[in-house]
């Protein structure tokens, strides 16, 4: 069981980031679950549709909601992130080689969210894959004892550190 986080600097980079990571692990065979994050432009609105693909092959998710082109709060419905939450959750009692969290965001700083998905995979043996961004950083850092590892937010260096599934037993008859 790891731990680790990536941050990227551009705006909207980290969900295709972890998207792709999310795609060669699973085609590497290991046992995914979380989500990955799939924004979308919708006419007419400024402000994008986020949804939650959870892995390793959905439901999808919408977790944002329409606030209106003058609003300027956020937009992340919690109802919706927690029905993600609960979806990757179960995908846990099937047995996962990796968690991937696209963001540790308010929702988990303020003890929420993802939080105890995080805890349940370490505890059931799994490594931990998260985004955040700086300004959740000390919450993420706070939550996990400063154990978590920061690996550089390109796809090599994220691949390089899930490596491989493990070996496993096959199953007695």
């Known amino acids: 069981m790891r731990l680790a986080y990536t941050m990227t600097r551009g705006r ?20 995914l679950a979380g989500i990955v994050q799939v924004n979308s432009d919708r006419p007419g609105c400024a402000r994008c549709d986020m949804d939650a693909v959870v892995l390793p092959d959905g439901p999808v998710i919408r977790i944002s909601q329409a606030l209106g082109a003058q609003a300027r709060g956020c ?56 985004g955040v961004n700086e300004m959740n950083l000390p919450a993420l850092e706070t939550f996990t004892g400063g154990a978590a590892e920061a690996l550089d937010p ?10 491989s599934p493990p070996e496993r037993t096959p199953a007695l008859a």
């Open 12 to 31: 909207g980079a980290l969900d295709p980031l972890l998207h792709e990571v999310a795609g060669a692990a699973a085609a590497r065979g290991l046992r």
């Open 75 to 130: 937009r992340l419905d919690a109802e919706g992130l927690e029905t993600a939450v609960a979806a990757a959750e179960a995908r846990l009692a099937q047995g996962v080689d990796l968690l991937i969290v696209n963001k540790f965001g308010k929702q988990e700083a303020a003890g929420r969210g993802f939080r105890p998905v995080i805890a349940a995979a370490l505890e059931a043996g799994a490594d931990v894959l998260v």
């Open 154 to 163: 390109d796809p090599a260096t994220l691949l390089d550190w899930i490596g």
